[in-house]
């Protein structure tokens, strides 16, 4: 489901300009103090909300808290409703690791995910479906 233009993003999502915003907006609070590698994430719930997330680095790499978790985590403390979007802004192949994958699978396996490429500013982020990222995820159902 690679996107098109932004007329065609529109019809999917309305609000992918506003979720690409806050996407890299968040990636600028990122602490990549290790690696440098910045990442930001946004979600949108079924109820229009948006939150957040940046990738918090430890010096322990396997303690590194991801963007999209990040994000995840600060929609269930909010309370939020079920998430039908994500953005992942970063510079390079913008794509969420397999941890992710798994941990966002858990909050919807159809949602949406916006891949933002900051290498290409003012491309239209590409278009796809976690479904299609994760097609085999693990569940104990």
């Not at 303690?63 to 999209?68: G, K, S, W």
């Not at 916006?114 to 693990?138: C, H, K, N, Q, W």
Request: glycine share 8%.
């Amino acid at each position: 489901m690679p996107s098109g233009t932004p007329e065609q993003l529109d019809l999917l999502l309305p609000m992918w300009r506003e979720l690409k915003a806050s996407s890299r907006e968040a990636r600028q609070r990122a602490y990549a103090r290790y690696s440098g590698f910045k990442v930001g994430a946004a979600l949108l719930t079924e109820d229009g909300k948006i939150f957040t997330g940046c990738n918090v680095e430890n010096a322990s790499y396997g303690l590194t808290i991801c963007a999209e978790r990040a994000a995840v985590c600060s929609a269930i403390a909010a309370g939020a409703g079920r998430v039908v979007a994500v953005c992942v802004s970063l510079t390079g192949i913008a794509v969420p690791c397999g941890t992710c994958r798994q941990f966002l699978h858990e909050f919807n396996p159809e949602m949406l995910v916006l891949l933002d490429d900051l290498s290409s500013p003012d491309t239209v982020p590409e278009l796809t479906s976690l479904s299609a990222l994760l097609p085999r995820p693990f569940s104990f159902l």
